[in-house]
């Protein structure tokens, strides 16, 4: 939909503070872990994405005909509210949810013990994207979205409601950026500072692999976890270092990344 | 954004003369007036309107929106350490030489990957490589002190012709508010030369259209590269002069909220005229060091009121009052 949003990482964020959250309610010390206690997780990609259903209109809509600076400088006011209030809300400290993923158990593969939980998250990640993918290009709704993002005045005068799609579109990126945070909770914990470092990886990621190009993401992100993986078993210390210098060798190299279409 | 009457031309340079002359003679006389922490503070205002100045080279005039500009900050701080840590130099001149060349140094190379790109791409790549600096800070402890930061003691002027032993809270609001006052004068007008040369003007075509400006010849990504490098060099000027007024450097001002003050602050001022940024800078400063007495959501008060200035004062306060004056003036005609 060519909206910037700064935020996005904080809406991550913001999906793994309500899931552990809500999971914390249900499943906190002196309760039995259940099974069904795993829907919970979408919790907190609905609550973002009623978070970007009322957003959207409220602080991006008023903004779509100016420059682009405005935006980021929006999205940036947003990322430090939500910063704050998620710290307001939950405290300093992190919340986790580890009793979950150990309910799943853990199975051997290739010699190693893998997490069943991880391969989980593995899946879901696979079928959001493929869900995604279809949603956009196979759609009526993803033609009238990839129309108007294309050219809002036309699709307006063809008698598609623009306002309408915007949020719908807006709503559906949230929620995927919530269900991303709800289900890497479980894992890794809800902490203050995720978003941004979130931001800054999804950033690497996209440089690498190539601006507005699918296959460069997926093989840029892979890249990027394999780096990280490494990085923190032989050099702990300049780990996220080596993750720039990576992105900006391939900058130099090839300006438009691996996969972009300069 | 042709429609914002902004940018002063080189023509009403003596009317500009008019307002500064009067503003220089009030900063002037500020030490005997005030109480020295309110001079402090003043300085403290001064030195993040130097960094603000650099930063809206590259925002309001070439349209290129930084969210790393702690970089620059923290190397020009970070400079000033070393210098004494490793060399055992305490020279201010020393310090500030020091401080420039490492932040040309730095903002040379980040600005060499940057500028390839523009909007959102070049904001979040400013930012991953402040990020960078920030971790190597934080992580090699044993050069950079972690974050215990590193001591930074007075400084002594010109050879010791001034006089800078004896106590600390007179040095800094006297000796030390003059210097920094004739580093912001002399910022502030290199500055004003700067955007009103035909460089400038070719960095504000280069904002507006850019596909038009590489058709008159402008070489966009060049202009872009040395703006970003003056820009820099600024900003790591205003790192190197606020240590010594700190007294400790940590990774903090390498981090990115630190980034997101200077946005903010130029954003408060109005990042279309070109003294937005040094009101904005003066303003944020007070606003900071009271906020942060009642309240630890800073950062919450910080983000509402940025969204609100976009969506309601978006030319900031400079440009706000300039609007509310025409208004005035015309009616009054």
Known sequence: ?262 | MTSVPSFHSATSARRIVAYAVPVAVVLLVIPLVLPPYQTILLSYGLIMAIAALGFNLLLGYTGLLSFGHSAYFGVGAYAAAFLVKYLGIKSMEVFLLGGVVASAIVSALFGLICVRYTRIFFSILALALSQVLWSLALKLFWVTGGTDGLRVPTPTFLGGLVQTSGDKLSFLSNTYYYLVLVMFLLCAGVMWVIVNSPFGKALQAIRDNEIRAEFVGVQVRKYRLIAFLVSGIFTGLAGTLWVPLNGLTTPDILYWPFSGEIVFLTVLGGFRTFSGPIIGAVVFNYLKSYAVGFTVYWQLLLGVVLVVLVLSMPSGIVGTANALWSRLRRSAA
Not at chain 1, 25 to 35: I, R, T, V, Y
Not at chain 1, 226 to 233: E, K, M, P, Q, S
């Open chain 1, 1 to 262: 939909m060519r909206i910037v949003n700064l935020a996005h990482g904080n809406l991550y964020a913001l999906g793994a503070y309500v899931a552990g959250w809500i999971l914390g309610l249900f499943a906190g010390p002196g309760h039995e872990p259940k099974m069904w206690l795993f829907f919970l997780l979408l919790s907190g990609a609905v609550a973002v994405a009623v978070a970007g259903a009322i957003l959207e209109p409220t602080l991006l809509r008023p903004l779509y005909r100016r420059a682009e600076e405005y935006q980021l400088l929006v999205t940036f006011g947003l990322l430090l509210i939500l910063e704050d209030l998620m710290h307001l809300v939950w405290g300093p400290y992190p919340l986790t949810s580890s009793a979950l993923p150990d309910l799943l158990g853990s199975s051997t593969i290739l010699g190693a013990t893998y997490p069943n939980y991880n391969i989980l998250v593995i899946v879901i990640g696979f079928v959001a994207a493929v869900g995604l993918w279809a949603f956009v290009y196979r759609t009526k709704f993803g033609v009238i979205l990839r129309a108007t993002s294309q050219n809002m005045r036309v699709a307006s005068a063809l008698g598609v409601n623009v306002k309408r799609v915007y949020v719908q579109a807006f709503t559906l990126g949230c929620f995927m950026a919530g269900l991303g945070g709800a289900v890497i909770m479980p894992i890794s914990g809800a902490v203050l500072g995720m978003g941004v470092e979130a931001l800054i990886l999804a950033f690497v990621v996209v440089v690498v692999g190539g601006l507005g190009s699918l296959e460069g993401a997926l093989v840029g992100s892979i890249i990027v976890g394999a780096v990280r993986t490494l990085g923190i078993t032989y050099f702990a210390e300049i780990e996220l270092a080596v993750l720039y210098l990576i992105a900006v060798v391939v900058l130099l190299a090839r300006p438009a990344g691996l996969f972009g279409r300069a």
